[in-house]
């Protein structure tokens, strides 16, 4: 028996076989998921679980562009906890974290320029994998120009989130409802399940965060 396996199932609920990886990897997901919602820095290193579980899930249903996208995660997950956890004095909050803040201009044309270029020029090599490393890759990528879309969209997010940037959850919720239709039309219905609750989530994020932005302009005014 593997728990990184598949195919490897841990119960069978309503008709369909959960496995180990698929459980454990959406538990530690939605808990990632939470605390980074309410602005916590432990979300960082739960996320790393998440990380780990998935890159697995992902090479094993052949949507390759989200298995690389782990690996971007990991790193990110490491700079995201360093960076929360080390603003600059101005950057700082009342718990000396990094304050959450808006995106500009400039970061917002960054982002269509990524979205769209990034999309197609992944997305032509997701679709190739199978023909340029035929022995890693012994299947031809599912939806790869929809994939590509959420891995280059995951990335550019990220590395908002890891800015704290408040914009960022908007996208996130884009991102999490095509990622939940993919992944149920692949057949892992709890990993569907799980990033409809992350768009959820997401939805609760911005709230929290935008709340928190207008708690700094409070801080001011009692600070006079």
């Known amino acids: 028996m593997s728990f990184f396996d598949i195919r490897t199932i841990f119960f069978t609920a309503l008709g369909y076989d959960m496995s180990y990886i698929e459980f ?32 697995f899930v992902y090479y094993q249903i052949q949507l390759y562009p989200d298995m690389f996208l782990q690996l971007f ?8 906890w360093w960076r929360w956890a080390h603003p ?12 959450v ?3 500009n201009t400039r ?28 022995a890693i890759f012994s299947k031809p990528s599912a939806f790869p120009y929809q994939d590509s879309f959420i891995t280059v969209m995951s990335v550019a997010t990220t ?17 999490d409802l095509l990622a939940a239709w993919l992944y149920y039309a692949k057949g892992v219905k709890f990993y569907s399940l799980e990033y409809v609750a992350f768009a959820f989530l997401a939805a ?11 708690s700094y302009k409070n801080q001011k005014v009692s600070s006079l």
Do not use: C
Not at 73 to 80: A, D, Q
Not at 91 to 99: T, V
């Open 101 to 103: 803040s808006f995106m």
């Open 159 to 175: 590395y908002f989130v890891i800015q704290k940037k408040i914009e960022s959850w908007i996208i996130w919720i884009v991102v």
């Open 107 to 134: 970061q917002y044309v960054a982002l269509l320029f990524i979205g769209v270029i990034g999309t197609f020029l992944f997305g032509m090599f997701a679709s190739r994998l199978h023909e340029l490393v035929p």
């Open 24 to 55: 454990f990897g959406v538990l530690s997901g939605v808990a990632a998921i939470t605390l980074s919602a309410k602005a916590n820095i432990w979300n960082w290193p739960v996320g790393i679980i998440n990380i780990i579980l998935s890159f």
């Open 73 to 80: 995660f990991f790193v990110t997950n490491l700079i995201g």
């Open 204 to 214: 609760y994020g911005l709230w929290y965060w935008i709340n928190e932005y207008n």
């Open 88 to 99: 600059k004095a101005e950057e700082a909050d009342a718990k000396k974290e990094l304050r």
